[in-house]
């Protein structure tokens, strides 16, 4: 996919999405906690949650 976008690396995707506030509240006091940008948390939590897919 070609990308106009000069400051997102080459290995990575800029992706819009809508939250339900409330749940956003919630990730972003986490990252505080992990000492992790909003959307590094959420990256961290998609990441781990891939991880324990079950394997076919």
Known sequence: MKKNDPYTRDDQTRFTMRIDSKLLEQIKEEAEK???STAKEIEFILE?????LPTE
């Open 48 to 52: 781990q949650h891939v991880a324990n």
């Open 34 to 36: 992990h000492k992790r």
